[in-house]
């Protein structure tokens, strides 16, 4: 049996795990690296990619940006996060917004230092990076579009910059990179539609309350008949190996959504259509394993 005071330190843990969202990036950590393997660095041996130092460091720092991020966006929604995920907000508040600035900045300093190990233009990007995170926690999330694309874009920045670091320009990863976007679009506005309550008495001006539920819909519905396009190309001009089957997988998994979305009315109703699209997202993660599973193999060593 623990003690009170080990049971207290369990608490506080649990509580800043849930604060960073480890979960997530514990998934963005993995989702690197099976891009890096698979996509970036395709023509290098996975022995070489795995064990590159610069690699480590630049997922390290992306890690310690978005947990610090998380921090943040957490203690601008504070008041928000007690209406819109109370439980949740309630094992947050176990650890004091002192100690959560604290943090914010030591996993900050630490991302420049681990940027630092690759290049000063890494410690340009990670800066710029963890200012922009700052910039939309503050102000930009609280504006219509804007916030939702900021937020895509952001989502995204880590693997721009191991694409940055391979150099790799093929068109076919922009495709995916533009499935991508669409997809995280549609979860950001998603999420609108879920924090309406929250949203209104904190006075954020996002999409839902501005443009009002009904506009909200018909901009999902044409982001997800646009995540056709990309898809479309991925399955006839580029070789996807097996990974075609997830793009069969999603379309079916986006009908089922867009039929749930016009009938949808409450939180519950939206919560599960995040959760479609967040499956969606870590699906893909892991659907990239599936490109050509015999060509990895061989480049074992």
Do not use: C
């Amino acid at each position: 049996m623990f003690s009170r005071k080990q049971k207290h330190i369990l608490l506080k843990f649990f509580s800043m795990f849930s604060v960073v969202r480890g979960y997530n990036v514990l998934m963005v950590v993995i989702a690197q690296y099976v891009t890096a393997v698979y996509i970036l660095a395709h023509d290098k041996p996975v022995r070489q990619v795995v064990f590159d130092e610069n690699l480590l460091m630049l997922v390290l720092a992306s890690s310690a940006t978005i947990a610090g991020g998380y921090i943040i966006n957490n203690f601008y929604d504070s008041e928000k996060d007690l209406i819109n995920r109370p439980q949740k907000s309630m094992l947050d508040r176990l650890v004091s917004q002192n100690t959560k600035l604290s943090f914010y900045f030591v996993l900050n300093f630490l991302a420049v230092v681990m940027a630092s190990y690759v290049s000063f233009k890494a410690v340009l990007f990670f800066s710029m990076y963890i200012f922009a995170i700052w910039l939309y926690s503050h102000r930009l999330k609280k504006l219509p579009f804007v916030g939702n694309i900021t937020s895509a874009i952001l989502t995204i920045v880590p693997f721009f910059a191991i694409f940055i670091y391979y150099k790799n320009f093929e068109h076919v990863i922009f495709v995916h990179a533009t499935y991508l976007i669409l997809i995280i679009s549609m979860r950001e506005l998603t999420k609108d539609l879920e924090n309406i309550t929250g949203d209104l008495a904190q006075n954020y001006k996002t999409i839902p309350i501005v443009y009002g539920e009904k506009y909200s819909k018909i901009m999902l519905s044409i982001l997800a008949l646009l995540t056709l396009v990309p898809t479309y190309f991925l399955l006839t001009k580029y070789n996807v190996g097996h990974m075609s089957y997830f793009f069969y997988f999603t379309m079916v998994l986006l009908s089922v959504f867009l039929g749930l979305l016009w009938r949808s009315k409450t939180k519950r109703h939206y919560v599960i259509l995040h959760n479609i699209l967040k499956f969606i997202i870590v699906s893909g993660v892991f659907s990239v394993l599936l490109i050509d599973v015999n060509v990895v193999l061989n480049r074992l060593f």
